[in-house]
Nanobody, 115 residues
Framework: QVQLVESGGGLVQPGGSLRLSCAAS????????MRWYRQAPGKSREFVAY????????VYADAVKGRFTISRDNAKNTVYLQMNSLKPEDTAVYYC????????WGPGTQVTVSS
């Protein structure tokens, strides 16, 4: 079955950086576009970033454009999210998602940006 396991979250000060990872299994990872979403307390889940099967055509939400970078390693069945210049409003649980399986979600990884 489809499994997505996010990691790399934590507590970081404003202006800091984190690199999130999402390990995928149970499907042909190289055949699926991938996305990152996030959900802040009291808010609905929102789109963060997208990458196609070949690692190209990245798309970012306006709120993270220029600060976050999505990438993938098809040999490792892993998608990444490099987050720089973090702001308190980036605090959320971050989830990855396979476009081919839009209703399958992992447990997420908590990112807290606070001084």
């Amino acid at each position: 079955q489809v499994q997505l396991v996010e990691s790399g979250g934590g507590l970081v000060q404003p202006g800091g950086s984190l690199r999130l990872s999402c390990a995928a299994s149970g499907f042909t990872f190289s055949g699926s576009d991938m996305r990152w979403y996030r959900q802040a307390p009291g808010k609905s889940r929102e789109f963060v970033a997208y990458i196609n099967v070949n690692g190209g055509s990245p798309v970012y939400a306006d709120a993270v454009k220029g600060r976050f970078t999505i990438s993938r390693d098809n040999a490792k069945n892993t998608v990444y999210l490099q987050m720089n210049s973090l702001k308190p409003e980036d605090t959320a649980v971050y989830y990855c998602n396979a476009l081919r399986f839009p209703y399958q979600w992992g447990p997420g990884t908590q990112v807290t940006v606070s001084s």
